[in-house]
């Protein structure tokens, strides 16, 4: 396939897609009081797929969020394509969200009512703007939706519809995406075919993709592992293959059982 | 399980709240209207009851509650006759009354006090106890009166009338002068309490007898009390031997029973309207239920599954969302009856607006009103969550084990065949009625088709509505972009559930429309009838058409201008052998000239002291030329007439119609009811209708109009009558509201993590209100377009069945337009809670909803 000269961002490769500076978010209050976050600094390269791994309860989901503009840290900075999220309200989110920031969602990705084409365009039609058809082709194409574009969602299997996701994620050409477990839900070809198609967007569009996941098969198609345990960020792996995710992994296991044990 | 059905209640509460709140307002409706006729009930009872003495001599004939509308006799009983009954030893009291009719209280402002609604009655007060044994009147401010010139008002009316006492009041008399004025001496009330609205003018003796009898010393009826130990039946018995003929003595209740009888054909066409409303209101709240136990039951398919699975028989599954249906019926109609009671001191409050005051102590809820208002509830309540429970006994146990939340819908094949084959039925009824079918009246036969089809097209508003609702998706997704698109889809994806939810609002929609067409078609076939019958260049009539003083056609015959003052007057009297009294007009000579009556047999010139019979009446009853009739008038007089001539069909005059002296003759007192005034060859319209409007003046009773005047004031009683009827269903739209604001909510509830996801993805809340009111705007259009259509349909057929008196059909289609534009401003009011709820949702919370 020929990579159209399109590129999917305003930030030149290797300078930070999304920063966060100190995040820290707590839950609850006095003896209940959880730090989900504790005090985390990081930088997202553009042009990079990077995987955010950790046990449950580590504080992957959370950071996320705060970093997708979906949820506000307690204190700390994020900084999404250049712009600080922490003085803007509900409605510049929301354009935000919808200019700069991908989804791709575990599970109930669609708008159920609408076809897979309406879908994917839909961020678009909301912002009232319309989509570059060559894009829109080449997206298209590249997921193999050509012949689903006006099926529903109920119409379609579990991994059509994550790639219509992809889809509707990739086509208004924001800045950075985030993805929450895209491939939990689907078994493993599918599995395969979407993480697949995420790396070729990587290195075909140069699209910056950030994606939570605690399979190491799916971090193993990754330029970077960043691994959380207790609200902060204790490790990180450059390209590395499934072996070296799963023993990083176990011994960050054994240090959280350790630490309890002590 | 019975725990399990409480939990339920309590953890759906705001759910089953709304639905709850449909039944609470049907109820609220239902035992109003209860506690407000019986507090009217009981308010004339105590009236009637405080004010009859033991025994009453009165005029042969007379009933009591008449007011004198439809002719007074002139004759009275003298003083001995009194004197002989107060000898007797029967009695101990008799009391001479005098009542006068058709007096009436100009307020300070010039404007006539009451009228359209409670009498105003004029006596002369006297100390005769009422048939308990206590005093009739009450003197509460002042003193009693001296003569003709001091009077007491009771305190209601001089308080609204805006007199204090010492003030100079002024009457309409009903004969000779005009007016008169009077100086307020005192406040009172009949002793029970209040006067239901009516108006007291309250005499001494000689100064009733100078106003209404000319100064005569005597009285139009005789007030008895019983002596010790006797019965009202011995007291009459008593009375009667020393009685002058064409009087009676008739027993203190036999008195209460006809005041009362009289009293009830007044109220119950009263309590029927306003019962009427109120079971509509209780049908609109049925589709709710129906309707919100249908998604609580698909929404909870899963929990019912489970159920299933653990050992739960399909009955049980049933019961337990039967019995959730009960406790919330139970609650509901708790509410609704306590609601009711606040809602009847409204009612009388709207009552009280046009003069009919309720007691406020007679306003309680009675056992039976109680006990059918919690029947209606619960059972109304009971049948509507039938359907859905049934479907919920029916969900297969596995469904628990799947992951999806679908319930088995089934198709809407079956639903659409019979509800095809009942609607062919129902045209069929109609047709029936149109084509004139034995067996039932055309109206009835209509009737069974407008309420059949309603409810069917309201279960077939899912495959109907369908055009409907891409029609709104279409002009939705032009004219507002992806969230109109998306409230257009949203609104079809479950088509029961829209179509349900539409259906409440297309039974008020229906009604609404229905009565607009009759309302147009009568206002059209009024200036139709008025343009087609109206002769004369002027009409002065009473505006409650009561009779008032020959004085004013006296007058009116002298203004410049006019050339022909024809009177006519109405009488209550019984044609030869039959059981019940009809009203027979009285005309002056000139009446035939006047009207342009045509003679289809004989003269029908009045003129010749000969009673001329309209068209039908003559065709019904066999009159013809020549025939002599008996007329049989209070105060045992006979009057025999003979036919003159059959008229061709009029409006104008009565089936039955006699020449003016015939009034007179009969003993009763002449007044008029109507003059029709012709002006003279060149005299200026302009000018004579303000002279005769001065001379109108003083009696704000009167009015004087011309054609197109005269039109209007026939409208504005339609009018009237429509907007009171809008009000009514008014409330049947509130319910309907509520449904829809009901389904929304669930609705919103459902899709929270749709709404989660589109947020994310970009979705100001400003796009996602308008997405949920554009969606509740389609339900509500739906629901207009269908009750629109089928109440242009019904009110088209019922002006087609009716058109013997609805001359010409009207089709307001503005009006249509108005209830369209409403049913859009309904649906934006219904969504503003979803929507803001909706769109306060958390994202984050959205889309992790499981």
Redesign the interface.
Known sequence: MTSPAVTTSATSPGSAAARAIGLTKVYGSGESEVHALAGVTLDLRAGEFTAIMGPSGSGKSTLM?CL?A??TPTSGEVIVDGTELGSLG??EL??L???RIG?I?QA???????TAK?NIL??L????SSADPEWFDAVIGTLGLGDRLGHRPSEMSGGQQQRVACA?ALVSKPSIIFADEPTGNLDSTSGADVLAFLRRSVDEFGQTIVMVTHDAVAASHCDRVIFLADGAVVDELARPDREQILEHITALQAAAAARQGA | MFKLILRNVGARKMRLAMSALAIVLGVAFLSGVLVFSNGLSKTFDGIIQGTTPDGLVRVEGAESFSGGATGVSAATVSPEVVQKLDDLPEVDIAEGNVDGYGMYVIDADGDLLGGTGAPTLAFNRTEAPNMDGGKILQLLHGRWGTGADEIVLDEGSAKKAGYEIGDTVKLITPIGELERTATLVGTAEFNQGGTAGATLIIFDTPGAQEVFLNGRDAFTTIGLTAADGVSQAELVKAAKTVLPPGFEAVKGDVVVEESQDAMAQFLDVIKTFLLVFALIAVIVGAFIIVNTFSILVAQRSRESALLRALGASKRQVTASVLAEAFVMALFASTVGIGLGWALARGLAAMFSAVGLDIEGTFLNLSTSTVVISYLVGIVVTLVAALMPARRAGKVAPVAAMRADNVVDKGSLRRRTLIGSVVLVAAALAAIAGLAGVDGMPAAAWLGIGAFTSLLTVAVLSPVIGAPVLRACRLVFGRLFGTPGRLAGENAMRDPRRTGATASALMIGLALVSTIAVMAGSMKASVDHVVDEEFRPDFIAQSVIFAPFSTTVGDRMEEVDGVATVSRQQMFDARIDDKKDSDTIGAADASYDDVAHLEALHGSVDFGAGKAVINEDEAEKKGYEVGDTLTLHVQGDKKITVEVGGIAKENVTIFPVNVPLDVVEKAGLQRQDNSLSIVLADGADSATVKKALDKVAEPIPLVEVNDKEGFAETIRGQVNQLLFMIYGLLALAIIIAIIGIVNTLGLSVLERTREIGLLRSIGMTRRQLRRTITLESVAIAVLGAVLGMALGLIYGVLLQRVLKEDLTVLFVPFGQLLVFGVIAVIVGVLAAVIPAIRASRLNVLAAISTE
């Not at chain 1, 109930?108 to 609408?114: A, E, K, Q, Y």
């Open positions: 969020h997708a979906l949820d509900d409605k929301t354009v969200r919808r200019t989804f969602f109930f990705n669609l708008i159920p009512t609408l309406e839909l961020p039609s909301l912002a009232g509707r």
